[in-house]
């Protein structure tokens, strides 16, 4: 509590220092601005955002959107679940520390995607104070996601790292294809979750850097000039990547979703008690399971 | 200038700046004072391709907009307007006839002129040989040329030197009363010229009639007071034709006797009782002395509608009354422009809670004072009423009296009628059509008679003195020297029954002038001179026959009752240039100036002052801010524009100093004072000057002084005030403070 | 039925950077202070032939950027061309801004912990979509001059009249007159109309 309240604090002040400089967008550089819109060696950041933002980006999102869990709905119909007994040992897998701070991340989340969804479909949900708190929302839970991912992103650095198995995992996809049960090259993490955890954590921060930059819109920290563009421009830029990002974060929280709590059976477990069934390690997470077998953990 | 030809006001209007073909501006900023009219100028720029040359200290918002721009040392106009004419001599470019039939005097500014090379210019100004060459070559070619200033040229201590040499160099180039020419001088808020033409200052009579017995005997008679009343309220008779004190010197009246201050002449006692009504106290120089003279009054009021800042910069906390005026949206009456036209301002609210209109203020005292009949007597004459309309019978009245600038004809019925229908009137020619046809705008005095059209441009000889012509008046006599001072022969107004120079009409020469007859009993009405005529028979008379009632003279070049009887360049007082001071040393000191024994070279020669103070410090004036910033300081919206007290400054100078943009810095003054500002990165000002903004108050020498304001009065805006480090030093003639022409000295804070 | 245009244009030959048409609209829409609808930018100051100056405010732009990219479609684009929002539906995103060419909309920071409130952008004195002159669309929008005939109160207060506001067939015979009378230099369109009004 109190280190959210820290950051709480550490960050509205950091906003205060940012608006006490000069205006970065209507002070003098806003005439070089008009005049670098859409010229011809400008970046035409202006321009790109308007044609993707009015023409292409809510597309792609519910493209996404009823695409994506579609698809596994078609899946869960054809190839249905991997069902494990649940009678065997059970395997110590996350620590009651990680279990909570993954508990932050899911809320955080749930609240993230929707209220990101609500505010790109804004107009058919008809605007006004809802989508602004919605907005609001978005920002607030974003300070117990950014609380989530830090520690998240150092405890399971390690274990997330590509090995052999995962581009092995890559060609059959995970076995997720087949009915089959048989082992699948992973180790304690499988490449679909070492995706999901490097699309969250550093696609993460990525977000939630340039959520603040929007958020702050107007502030001086030097990051324009590192890029050497314009202030405008650098909210151009984080805004289509916000959005960009924001089609893949979605597609794999969806695809984390329908992993962990539909496509095998009884998983969710695991994030909740900390221990995963012998057989489902066995089979999915085959080199971890051979490796603790030789350690004799088990 | 009124020493130069006879009248000292604006001689166009701004209007007819858009006729000009050459604009120079001296010492002026219009893109900033006078945002609205700078408009004509753009248009001339437009639609005469006029050129626009700029000669000022910083590159200011009208510098922006110039074809020209000179970056003059603060002072030296002088030599500058002298290099001007040593190039104009050389190249015969001036007007030879206009010089001949209207001008005295000019031998010796030719003989003056020759001195003053450009590479002499060049080493006084810090303007360049080519850019005077340039410049002149410009101006001189491309008539007609219309000569700006305001107070860059006023406010020096060759401030009346300052406006003799730009008439001159008018009058050189002939671009004297005709249209797109003149010397127009631009007058500060909207009723300043009429306030000087009621002359609230302290040596002279309402319409600048003067201190003399004939003046004082005429307003007794006209006020219908008796004179030998009016003497009585003098402590003696010396008293009221003597010069009282100056609004750049008064603290020293209070402050005489203690050391160092300067000596008075007041009648063995000092000043005891100061009432400031509308003035903002701290737009005068040397605040630290006000503020000491401030603190050692007996009495202090203070009108005004915001809380004059006088109540914050004292310490005396007893005898300190502030009475709430009313602002101009809740009274009426006439307000002159700074082109000589006169407009009807009307009341748009009631005075609210319980602020009172200046009048009322002036009638309550006067009635508590024991002269309220006297004090508006004035008002019930022209009539024979009982009781007055306040005020279009204080108009009347000063229409029935002031003749000195020709106001007969402003009656307040006329005026109300010209604002009613100014969309009558060209913007331009300010001629009106319909039912003011062959009237002008505003009746820009001098308006001889009830009926006269206005005057629109000064010593016009291309029109009637119907229709607002005239030559120059005969002020100073009818010849010096052994020449003679009238004008030349055939340079009368358009129409005229004198063809020639006549000097200024009295009822012992009118026949004669005029080639008419008088009757008897026009003969026993007429007055002495047709500044104390209230018959009008003389005036009448000179409108039949064509004649301007103030004569048709020379312009001078030589001023003999001045000690520079010609312009001379004289450093500033506190002066950058050791060595050119010695060259042009300022004047001798002058005892009893308005009743204050005034400094001039034992402060000069004091101390090589360039030595610790060698920067210039230029004043100057903020678009969104006006005179002292009682008011502006007061709203929201023009403070968030300017919301500190800062000091424009050229990074160079700033670098050698180890101030950064933003950084607080201290501004020393000669006088011993500081103030403490933030310096503003410009790169409108030279490595050798610094420039702050005179509108500021509220802070003293680096102390908060704002908690002084009454709960709730304090303007959201609140600084230093430029005028606690303007420095010592006051024009020879007017005492006007040199706050144009200072030096100082910078440092971190 | 031939709908006039409403167009902005301002000289920066005649602006003098006297902010008055800033302080006109603060004070006229009685704006927090912080936010100007319009702005007087000054480049190269106190660099004499450089310094230029120029009024800046939301042009209403033909097939508006910012109508285009907004999430809940709170523009509106009247026939005359002003374009205009609704701000309770806007929700303070920002896209606008960034899709802006001029930077004319603001963001007031009168949320809660000082976060981004809606969107404030100049109306051509044209209100907003509450009822014309209704006590509502003063304290949203300001005054809703367009509905009484009247000039956009920044122009009608230029001091050089710099700043000119209408019909695009009246301000274009101006700037042509002005253009031709200068006799220097070559104009193509004034300044910033090859963005805004394509």
């Given at each position: ?11 509205i ?15 003098n ?27 292409y980006?809510?597309?792609?999102f ?29 395997i ?13 991340a899911v ?9 990101g ?16 708190y ?25 274990d997330?790292?590509?090995t ?10 995970g ?7 048989k ?7 499988n ?10 954590t ?72 900390g ?22 953990k088990? | 200038m ?25 010492g ?13 100028f ?11 040359i ?32 040593h ?30 090379n450009?590479k ?32 860059g040229l ?8 300052n ?24 007058r ?21 009639y003067?201190?003399?017995d004939?003046?004082w005997?005429y307003?007794?008679k ?9 003497k009585?309220r003098?402590k003696?008779?010396?008293?009221m ?10 603290y ?5 006797g ?20 509308g ?15 401030l ?15 006088a ?50 203020i ?5 009635k ?17 009423k009982k ?11 000063i229409?029935?009296?002031?003749k ?8 307040s ?49 291309n ?12 002020r ?14 055939n ?8 063809p ?26 007429i ?6 005529d209230?018959?009008n ?8 026959r ?15 009752t001045?000690p ?49 103070f ?6 100057a ?33 700033a ?9 607080m ?10 103030i ?16 702050i ?11 908060d ?23 010592y ?5 007017t005492?006007?403070p ?12 | ?22 302080v ?23 660099i004499f032939?450089k ?29 005359d061309?002003i ?13 606008c ?46 005054q ?5 005939g ?12 710099a700043?000119?506001v ?12 002005r ?20």
């Amino acid at each position: 509590m109190r280190k959210f309240m820290f950051l709480f604090i550490a960050a509205i002040l950091l906003a205060t220092v940012a608006y006490a400089t000069d205006s970065q967008i209507w002070g003098n550089m806003r005439l070089t601005n008009i005049l670098e819109y859409g010229k011809e060696n400008s970046l035409h950041l202006g321009p790109l955002f308007v044609k993707l933002q009015s023409q292409y980006f809510y597309k792609i999102f519910f493209g996404i959107l009823i695409g994506v869990p579609f698809v596994f709905f078609l899946h869960y119909l054809i190839v249905g679940p991997k069902v494990f007994s649940h009678g065997g040992v059970k395997i110590y897998a996350f620590s009651a520390f990680k279990r909570i701070i993954h508990l932050f991340a899911v809320i955080a989340f749930v609240i993230i995607v929707p209220t990101g969804l609500m505010i790109v479909f804004g107009k058919y949900l008809g605007g006004g104070t809802i989508i602004e708190y919605a907005r609001h929302l978005h920002g607030l839970a974003t300070i117990l996601f950014t609380i989530s991912v830090i520690p998240m992103f150092l405890f399971w650095f390690k274990d997330m790292l590509p090995t052999s198995d995962d581009i092995k995992w890559m060609f059959i996809l995970g076995g997720y294809l087949s009915k089959e049960i048989k082992e699948i090259p992973a180790g304690k993490f499988n490449a679909g979750q070492k995706m999901w955890f490097w699309v969250a954590t550093l696609g993460g921060i990525v977000m939630i850097i340039t959520g603040a930059f929007m958020y702050l819109q107007d502030f001086d920290y030097g990051i324009a000039k590192l890029f050497g563009i314009s202030q405008i421009d650098l909210l151009r830029a984080t805004a289509i990547t916000h959005n960009v990002l924001a089609f893949v974060v979605m597609a794999l929280f969806f695809t984390h979703i329908y992993m962990s709590l539909f496509a095998i059976k009884g998983a969710v477990h695991s994030i909740i008690t900390g221990y995963k069934e012998e057989e489902e390690v066995k089979y999915l997470h085959s080199t971890w399971y051979k490796k603790l077998k030789k350690e004799k953990k088990i | 200038m009124a020493n130069t030809w006879g009248y000292g006001a604006m001689t166009n209007s701004l209007g007819d700046i858009q006729n000009a073909k050459a604009i120079i501006i001296f010492g002026a900023n219009p893109a900033v004072n006078h945002p609205v009219g700078f408009g004509h100028f753009l248009k001339a720029k437009e639609r005469n391709n006029a050129q626009i040359i700029v000669v000022d200290p910083r590159m200011t918002k009208t510098a922006a907009k110039a074809d020209y721009f000179a970056q003059i040392r603060p002072g030296t106009d002088i030599p500058f307007m002298y290099g001007m004419l040593h190039i104009i001599f050389k190249n015969g470019w001036e007007d030879k006839n206009f010089i001949n039939d209207r001008v005295y005097g000019v031998e010796d500014i030719k003989k003056e002129a020759k001195k003053w090379n450009p590479k002499k210019v060049a080493d006084v100004t810090g303007v360049s040989e080519e850019l005077l060459m340039q410049i002149t070559r410009v101006y001189a070619k491309s008539t007609p040329g219309t000569l700006i200033w305001a107070m860059g040229l006023t406010q020096h201590s060759i401030g009346s030197s300052n406006t003799r040499m730009a008439p001159i160099l008018q009058l050189c180039l002939g671009n004297m009363g005709v249209e797109g020419g003149g010397c127009n001088i631009l007058r500060g808020h909207d009723n300043v010229q009429g306030a000087t033409d009621m002359c609230c200052l302290s040596h002279t009579l309402p319409g600048y009639y003067g201190l003399k017995d004939g003046s004082w005997k005429y307003f007794a008679k006209s006020w219908g007071v008796d004179y030998e009343w009016l003497k009585g309220r003098f402590k003696s008779k010396k008293w009221m034709n003597a010069k009282g004190f100056t609004l750049a010197k008064w603290y020293s009246g209070v402050l005489a006797g203690r050391p160092g201050e300067d000596k008075i002449d007041n009648a063995g006692t000092n000043l005891k009782a100061l009432f400031v009504m509308g003035n903002g106290i701290t737009s005068i120089a040397q605040q630290a002395k006000v503020k000491e003279a401030l603190d050692n009054l007996e009495l202090i009021v203070l009108a005004d509608p915001f809380v004059n800042e006088a109540a914050m910069l004292t310490d005396k906390k007893d005898d300190v009354f502030i009475l709430p005026a009313a602002t101009q949206f809740e009274s009426s009456g006439s307000v002159t422009a700074t082109n000589r036209s006169a407009q009807w301002r009307y009341k748009v609210v009631e005075p609210m809670y319980e602020s009172k209109p200046d009048h009322e203020i002036m009638f309550e005292l006067a009635k508590r004072l024991g002269f309220y009949e006297e004090y508006t007597k004035g008002m019930l004459i022209k009539e024979n009423k009982k009781s007055f309309k306040f005020p279009e019978d204080a108009t009347d009245e000063i229409a029935r009296i002031i003749k000195t600038i020709g106001l007969t004809g402003w009656t307040s019925k006329r005026l109300k009628f010209h604002t009613d229908n100014w969309h009558l009137f060209d913007e331009v020619s300010l001629r009106g059509i319909g039912p003011v046809k062959g009237e002008y705008y505003g009746l820009p005095w001098p308006v001889w008679t009830e009926t006269h059209s206005g005057s629109p441009i000064l010593y016009d000889i291309n029109r009637s003195v119907k229709e607002g012509g005239m030559g120059f008046r005969n002020r100073f006599g009818l010849e010096h020297d052994g020449v003679s001072l009238l004008a030349g022969k055939n340079s009368a107004p358009k129409d005229s029954a004198n063809p020639d120079g006549y000097p200024e009409i009295t009822a012992d020469n009118i026949e004669e002038v005029l080639g008419i007859k008088l009757t008897a009993s026009e003969k026993k009405r007429i007055g002495k001179n047709w500044k104390v005529d209230t018959s009008n028979i003389i005036a009448q008379k000179c409108m039949e026959r064509g004649i301007a009632p103030y004569g048709n003279a020379k312009a001078r070049a030589k001023v003999w009752t001045f000690p520079d009887q010609i312009p001379m360049h004289r450093e500033p007082i506190h002066s950058p240039r050791e060595d050119l001071v010695k060259k042009y040393p300022t004047y001798k000191d002058k005892p009893n100036h308005y009743r204050v024994d005034t400094k001039y070279a034992s402060v000069q020669n004091k101390e090589n002052w360039s030595k610790e103070f060698p920067i210039n410090l230029i004043t100057a004036r903020l678009v969104n801010m006006s005179g002292a910033g009682l008011e502006t300081r007061a709203s929201k919206y023009l403070s968030a524009l300017t919301p500190e007290m800062f000091c424009d400054i050229n990074p160079n100078l700033a670098a050698n100093h180890g101030i950064r943009n933003g950084d607080m810095m201290w501004i020393h003054s000669p006088e011993g004072t500081k103030i403490k500002v933030k310096a503003h990165y410009s790169y409108s000002v030279g490595e050798d000057r610094v420039f702050i903004p005179f509108h500021f108050a509220g802070f003293f020498q680096g102390e908060d002084r704002t908690g002084n304001y009454p709960e709730g009065t304090e303007p959201y805006a609140v600084g230093e005030s430029a005028n606690t480090v303007t420095n010592y030093g006051y024009d020879i003639i007017t005492q006007l403070p040199e706050t144009k022409g200072g030096l100082c000295r910078i440092e971190k804070a | 039925m031939n709908y006039a245009r409403m167009k902005f244009y301002c000289d920066e030959e005649r602006c003098i950077e006297c902010n008055g048409c800033t302080v006109a609209c603060a004070e006229a829409h009685e704006l927090p202070v912080g936010i100007s609808r319009r702005k007087v930018v000054t480049l190269n100051e106190g660099i004499f032939g450089k310094e230029f100056s120029t009024s800046v405010a939301c042009m209403h732009c033909t097939d508006a950027p910012c109508e285009q990219v907004c999430p809940v479609d709170c523009f509106y684009i009247r026939e005359d061309g002003i374009v205009l929002h609704d701000k309770e539906k806007c929700i303070g995103c920002g896209y606008c801004l960034y899709a802006c060419p001029f930077g004319a909309p603001q963001f007031p920071r009168d949320g809660a912990f000082g976060t981004k409130g809606v969107m404030d952008k100049c109306t051509m004195c044209a209100g907003g979509p509450e009822e014309t002159n209704s006590a509502k669309e003063r304290e949203l929008y300001g005054q809703n001059r367009i509905a009484e005939g009247k000039v956009p109160i920044c122009a009608a207060m230029c001091s050089t009249k710099a700043l000119i506001v209408g019909d695009e067939q009246e301000v274009s015979k101006i700037y042509r007159k002005r253009v031709a009378s200068r006799g220097k230099g070559v104009q193509g369109a004034p300044y910033g109309w090859d963005k805004a009004y394509k």
